[in-house]
């Protein structure tokens, strides 16, 4: 099982990022996935899910409105569009595959930075 994420950056207070997540090793599209970041000096925090197909998809309070998750299956790919950021969104965003209550596999990670 592989997941690489890419897409994170440098952006100013009120911009976007797009997050994307390859996945490969295992059947993409019969499992949900998840976003959980880490910001400098935290814990991990859980930021968002979306069902197998992407009927359902779910977020921490503080992203609703602000992020929007997404997957193609077809590309076998995760996405998190993330817009109006916020200095306190900086951190290390990780997808990962979950496993019942708990996640099995995660990226390596890609790092946000809001700042001006």
């Known amino acids: 099982v592989q997941l690489v994420e890419s897409g994170g950056g440098l952006v100013q207070p009120g911009g976007s990022l797009r997050l994307s997540c390859a996945a490969s090793g295992f059947t993409f599209d019969d499992y949900a996935m998840s976003w959980v970041r880490q910001a400098p000096g935290k814990g991990l925090e859980w930021v968002s899910a979306?069902?197998?197909?992407?009927?359902?998809?779910y977020y921490a309070e503080s992203m609703k409105g602000r992020f929007t998750i997404s997957r193609d299956n077809a590309k076998n790919t995760l996405y998190l569009q993330m817009n109006s950021l916020k200095s306190e969104d900086t951190a290390v965003y990780y997808c990962?595959?979950?496993?019942?209550?708990?996640?099995?596999?995660w990226g390596q990670g890609t790092q946000v930075t809001v700042s001006s």
């Open positions: 990962a595959k979950p496993e019942g209550a708990r996640y099995d596999y």
């Open positions: 979306i069902s197998w197909n992407g009927g359902s998809t």
